[in-house]
């Protein structure tokens, strides 16, 4: 192995444990969960959290981030970290897009490397001044179902047996679809 070999392995070792040791840092106006991916070997999941100004405006380019929260520590859910950097290929954000749109709101198009297909989050400010984000892509065939989570059943290793993605449509039903690989 040459020397540059050498160093972009102790580069991408350093990174990946970097990663994990690192808690994310939450603001007082980001939203922790918009919406979460579960698997079937734990019951660890990946959330994806949403950074936002004091006006619930998405901060910087790429508000939307992924982080683990562990059900496998006690207390459930409390224990969180960053994705190590190998774990963005399965779960990062491939591309997303902010818009400004009338009545201080914000939109965010967002397409994930876990889910190819297109996530709307509109952002807006509600009563009392928090900040809510409704996150919403088409399920089922339905166009504008709100986004809640989506199983990824694990066959071995990396492989994936299916995703099941889980919403629910603005009439209150229900709503999931089986996605094969």
């Known amino acids: ?19 994990l040791a690192d808690d994310p840092a939450f603001g007082p106006n980001d939203i922790p969960t918009v919406f979460y991916f579960s698997k ?9 959290g949403l950074k936002l100004d004091a006006a619930c405006a998405p901060v910087g380019d790429e508000p939307l981030f992924p982080y683990w929260r562990e059900f496998e520590t006690q207390p459930p859910g409390l224990h969180t970290h960053t994705l190590k950097f190998f774990e963005y290929a399965g779960y990062g954000v491939a591309e997303q ?14 397409k994930l490397k876990a889910l ?22 088409v399920i089922a065939a339905t166009p504008n179902v709100e986004l809640h989570s989506a199983f990824i059943k694990l066959k071995s290793g990396w492989s994936v047996e299916y995703v099941e993605v ?6 209150g039903r229900n709503l999931a679809e089986r996605l094969l690989p």
């Open 1 to 19: 192995m040459n020397v540059v070999s050498r160093s972009v392995v102790v580069l991408v070792t350093l990174a990946a444990g970097q990663a």
């Open 40 to 48: 079937s070997d734990d019951k660890n999941r990946v959330d994806y």
């Open 97 to 110: 897009r902010i818009k400004k749109l009338e009545g201080g709101k914000s939109e965010i198009v967002a």
């Open 116 to 137: 190819p297909r297109e996530i709307t989050i509109t952002v807006e400010k509600g009563e009392g001044g928090k900040c809510i984000a409704t996150p919403r892509a």
């Open 166 to 171: 889980k919403g629910r449509t603005r009439d």
